[in-house]
């Protein structure tokens, strides 16, 4: 079984489970494949890597981010599933992009999708049921982002499970609440843990293409974290070191802000670039 789109702690309130319970849910279920797609957040990846390692388990490396037509002041969007293929630096740099391009949230361009180095699924909605079956373009040709022209692309089953088990459900609803997306009780009531194959298919209907597809990324991808070495760096601007770039950085993010930069913030600065 093969899992694209997790979505775990580390979506911060959008998703629940420890690196630990979602395991023990992957090793009742024959999981040979999971993929960790948090939303607008790659923080789990590290901590993913160490609770997985030498289980068996081949860990996908991936997330989840706000995509629009253009950087304007418009907040529509929809959402798009990256997932690194061979390494892991052209995710963490379009991950820090959209983090960068950000307008009330991190986004990336349409443009900046088709360009990524890896696999993306266009996450769609069946509008007369409840199927999630995301869209698999990288390896598979191209796709209009103007006509959003979605027909004959390749399907991926793409349900994005939220928490491990059913059992913690309850835990879930509490963290939607609160975040403030809703109250206790009133989240859709589709399952929203991580199925069986039987229940994937009961909910979102059989495909076995899309069977085929989600192997076909697990056979090819070999992305792999390697610790203690650093993946996406930014670059300054010339005559300038990196600290220097970062505190200005900082110093303009406070201002925008409206955050007055006193003794005990300057303070707080220049522990953490020491660090």
């Not at 997932?83 to 052209?90: F, G, N, W, Y």
Request: proline content about 4%.
């Amino acid at each position: 079984m093969i899992i694209l789109d997790a979505k775990t702690d580390f979506s911060f309130l959008r998703g629940f489970g420890t690196p630990k319970q979602w395991l023990d849910r992957c090793k009742t279920l024959d999981v040979m494949a999971f993929g960790i797609a948090d939303y607008c957040s790659t923080w789990g990846h590290a901590p993913f890597t160490k609770t997985f390692k030498d289980t068996g388990i081949k860990l996908l490396y991936g997330v989840q981010l706000p995509v629009v037509n253009k950087l304007d002041r418009d907040g529509r969007h929809s959402l798009v599933t990256l997932i690194a293929k061979h390494d892991l630096k052209a995710l963490y740099d379009l991950t820090r992009k959209a983090h960068e391009q950000m307008y009330f949230r991190p986004r990336i361009t349409w443009d900046q999708v088709e360009e990524f180095d890896g696999w993306f699924v266009i996450n769609t909605v069946n509008e007369l049921d409840t199927r999630r079956v995301g869209k698999l373009t990288k390896g598979f040709g191209g796709v209009s982002a103007d006509t959003h022209a979605w027909a004959g692309v390749p399907e991926v089953y793409a349900y994005a499970p939220r928490y491990p088990s059913p059992e913690h459900r309850q835990a879930f609803e509490l963290c939607q609440k609160i975040a403030g997306d809703t109250k206790q009780g009133e989240i859709e009531l589709r399952p929203l843990h991580l199925l069986r194959a039987g229940e994937r298919t009961a909910i979102c209907g059989d495909h076995p293409d899309a069977l085929d597809h989600m192997q076909r990324i697990a056979d090819e991808t070999d992305a792999k974290m390697k610790f203690g070495t650093m993946i996406s760096t930014f670059v300054p601007k010339k005559k300038e070191t990196k600290i220097a770039r970062l505190r200005k950085m900082a110093e303009a993010g406070a201002k925008k802000l409206g955050i007055k930069l006193e003794d005990k913030y300057l303070a707080r600065l220049d522990r953490e670039l020491g660090v």
